[in-house]
């Protein structure tokens, strides 16, 4: 360096690294201090009434669950309610917070999965069991798209989706098939693949019960990460079946340099990256048969190596009283969650909010899909949350931010699945219930729209059954 004052810059991921150590240790003398940090402005539930079903959902309620309110393993049975999705009744429609509004933005998909927007505003749809991505565009601030179209098909099972290089101009569109990675020559404003798809990871697992495989980039673009959720629920096959999954692999963007960034996490169907820190977040379905309030799901960053327990923990090292393989040096490594959900609500997609048309408060908080329970005796899920950030910190609570989609008498029309952020900031939510996306937009102060029904019901497409796609992630 040639040593002239102002020359030398700071490297940016010294500078991430280095606010984000301030900033944790800031959050973690305010909470010592002053008790638990919240954002939100209306009712957090606490303790017990933390755990109810979609009766206790709406717009604007908030939970904080702790380690504290978790009940011991069997403390109730372990109910079922497989929820056989009806077609939306009439009248039936997304609630949202006064000054927010919901538009039926698309509807007739099939199976609509995770949603990703490109730089220049198209609107990527997996649509997992037909095989396909599917493109659609719309103008700034409009509530439907002029333009739908099929970008590739012949799939399997597709469902993470990333643009790559980051940036204005990505030259791939990368694709999580459920046994591979694959990616698409691009260019901004393509409605069809270039052409044939360039394997990049040959094999990932495939089978059991969680088939769906996220992908992102790192903020500079250096790493790829992709999830891979565990084969069973709770190990009960033993630990051969899982190799190779239950983890969150890193990889350079050609597919090479593979390493296990993350494990013990038994079903990431989301992963994103913090705009602010730069940390990898997931969101992941936790292990069933424990009980109606165990054991929870759960949204946090994740740091490498990080081991977070499945399956022989879970929360605060407890174990689980089905592994009689308990690997007691492993109790040690297990790593709390940085926000606690409901136990089966069924956390898929989540997606940071970078858009500017919603209020300040809500710029840098995480937004993600709870797809809705099967194996509680009360449902509960069946939403969008919020989750709270402060400098890409979570508070530790999560707002009920879109609900609705159950009827009064315990009928399911509707399951949010993937979450993202249009170019225009309104929020895009895939629902593979109703095969719709809705569209979330900020009508200003003073204006309640929370229910905003533009379709008539008797032209909402029927939904279909029961499929294991509607349950498991």
Known sequence: MTGSKGSCRRHPVLVVLWSTVVISVWYSQSVSSQGPISKCTGTILTGSAAFGDWRSSAPGICRRITVNDLPPPFATPSGVAFAAIIPRPAGAWPQVKPNFKVDEFFTGLNNSRIVRVAPNGDIFVAEMMANRIRVLRAADGASKPDTASIYASGLNLPFGIAFYPPGPNPQWVYVGNTGSVVRFAYQNGDLVARGAPEVIVPVLPVGGDHFTRDVTFSLDGSKMYVSVGSWTNYGENGTAIEEGRAQVNQYNPDGSGFKVFGSGIRNAVGIAINPTTGKLWVSVNERDGLGDNLVPDYISHVDDGDFFGWPWYYINGTQDPRQTDAHPELRAKERTPDVLLQAHSASLEMAFYTGSSFPSEYMGDAFASEHGSWNRGNRTGYKVIRVPMINGIATGEYEDFMTGFVTDTGDVWGRPVGVAVARDGALLVSDDGAN?????????????????????????????GCTPAAYYG
């Open 436 to 464: 719709t996306i809705w569209r979330i937009s900020y009508v200003g102060n003073g204006t309640s729209t929370a229910t905003q029904a533009t379709t008539s019901p008797a032209t909402a497409a029927p939904a279909p």
